[in-house]
């Protein structure tokens, strides 16, 4: 019998971004087991409730993550917006709809980037990140913000987008198209590509379902369901259907992902085609009382908020479960079986977000 | 409201048994998660099959009450148990894998155990003429 | 401007940032503002490192961390807060976990503000610190010909 080592892998380690801990005891070059470890983001945030009031807190929601900023903007937005019946009108949730596309390509587009460093591909990391920039170009054109884009608001949106701008928009979304199939081609069917991800890190259907994984990780091992059918903001009156691959491996994820990017820019072209003129906000009056699980779709997969509001100002409780915290379960019973070499990558397939997971 | 949310309360000594059930149902556990109220805490045991969304709650009077881990049905609801364990300070017993409260380390212990002062909603009224707060 | 001969090479850690200026940071390295045509790389090994980017404030369990990296850094190291939520809290100074700036722990020579930074803005941080490197170099240099 060979020798047991525990390898520790982080907090700070080259391949991540953010800091998160695996125990992994190794058998020579295999992982047998990994023991995850958070807690090096947690700020509390959460607990914030007692001191902003309920308006205050979409701003803080915004930063729970910079990356899907503004989906938890919304997802809170939502969620209040639920608990005191307000109608939010039409352009707002057509608006909402466009920013989270983008929040979408822009995110994927960052993680097909990480994932290429860490399979070594350092050019087609840098392609990816290049293109995202043009995607961060319309998202600062439209909301002024970069990655913060502090559009989202209790009862609509704060900014609008006039038709000439949307126009535009079209024009560049179609050239972005084109350079992300090209980078696309090169993600799916590059034979050293394919060498590094099919076939590591297998997880099965089943697995999926019951370790309670969500979002591309989920779909990549065939289940379908994405909480975008839940028809918040204006996804009823799209037609779209979620991206779904069958293998569960790592191929699989960048499969769906590259697919979503498409899906993504689909969305955006209907969006721009179906906008109605129209306000985009109305007047909050009065104070939440009730409770709603908001749930929506981030990137990374279902975002659940829990409001529970008494009647006052502040909130009586408000709890994130971030798409990572679900994922992690999944990635801790994959991990043992794999190479060494392919743990960074195997981690990076869950897409994490630790500032999410820890709130 | 945009989806049908039920809402189940349980005790604590059902719990195992109704989570099972949903196990062998092949719900997936999307959250168990905490709340501290000024007279009570509620947990929130939440499952989704097909976007339905089903919420199991357990009402609890003191937070000294033992409450059973549901980490043996699924697996994955170590994660959470450790979670309200080190914020909440709740004793949840026989967790499959039990951090012992290093899940998170915080400056403050059980920072989620206290609850906020309750503020009355000021009420103006206008009285002779002029504005009093009660 | 500076005359030191060689670039700097940086060493970034994310303490409990919300990632939106860690990703401008990585996105400072991209095509787009691309500072490794200066020579100026991102290691992961804080023995490599000149500058330290430090984005997020700081947090009871990553104290250790950043003094860890800190001391792993040799002399002359400078240290750079980027984003509001490193130079002193941010919208979450009021969080029972945050302990605020990162001049709480360790001390810090420049601070990039924002939220989230920009990366010119990060750039021009950058900037700013190989010019205290380049100090800290000379008076080091004085210190070793004294004793």
Sequence with gaps: MSNRTIIPFGPQHPVLPEPIHLDLVMEDETVVEAIPRIGWVHRGLEKLVEKKDFLEMTYVAERI??????????????????????????????????????????????????????????????????????????IEATTGGRVIFGSAKVGGTRRDI?????????????EIDKEMKEISQTFLNDFSVQQRLKDVGILSKADANMLGAVGPMLRASGVNQDMRKLNYAAYGQINWEPVIAQEGDCYARVQVRVGELFQASDIIRQVIEKIPEGPVDVKVTGMPQGEFFARTEQPRGEVIYYLKGNGTKNLERMRVRTPTFANIPAITKVLPGI??????????TIDPCISCTER | MIEEQKTIEISPSDLVVKV?????????????????????????????????????????????????SVSGVYWNALFYENEIHDLFGLNIKGIVLDFKGTFYETKEKFAFASCPPKVEPIVRVKEKGKLNEQ | ??????????????????????????ACLTPMYDVER???????????????????????????VVENIYNQM??????????????SGGIFRECYNVLGGVDKVIPVDVYVPGCAARPEAIIDGVVKAIGVLEQKHTQMKKGAAVS
């Design chain 3, 1 to 26: 401007m500076t005359y030191l001969a060689k670039s700097p090479w940086i060493i970034h850690y994310d303490a409990t940032s919300c990632n939106g200026c860690d990703i401008e940071v990585l």
């Design chain 1, 65 to 138: 993550c910079g990356i899907c900023s503004f989906i938890h903007g919304l997802t809170y937005c939502h969620g209040i917006e639920q608990i005191m019946n307000i109608e939010v009108p039409i352009r707002a949730h057509y608006l909402r709809t466009l920013w989270s596309e983008f929040s979408r390509i822009h995110s994927h587009l960052l993680w097909l980037g990480l994932v290429a460093d860490a399979f070594g591909f350092e050019s087609l990391f840098m392609h990816s990140w290049r293109i995202r920039e043009k995607v961060l170009d319309i």
């Design chain 3, 38 to 64: 200066f020579g100026v790389i991102n290691t992961g090994n804080p023995k490599h490192a000149d500058i330290f980017l430090i984005t997020g404030s700081v947090n009871e369990q990553n104290i250790k």
């Design chain 2, 20 to 68: 099972r059930d949903m196990f062998v149902e092949q719900y997936r556990l999307v959250q168990i998660g905490a709340t501290k109220l000024p007279d009570r805490i509620e947990i929130n045991y939440s499952f989704d099959k097909n976007y339905q969304f089903i919420n199991f709650r357990l009402i609890l009077m003191d937070d000294k009450v033992e409450i059973p």
């Design chain 1, 339 to 348: 190479q060494l070499a392919d743990v960074p990558m195997m981690l990076l």
């Design chain 1, 162 to 174: 006039d038709n000439d701008m949307l126009k535009r928009i079209l024009i560049q979304v179609t």
């Design chain 3, 74 to 87: 040799p002399n002359p190291k400078v240290v750079v807060a980027i984003g509001i939520c490193a130079t």
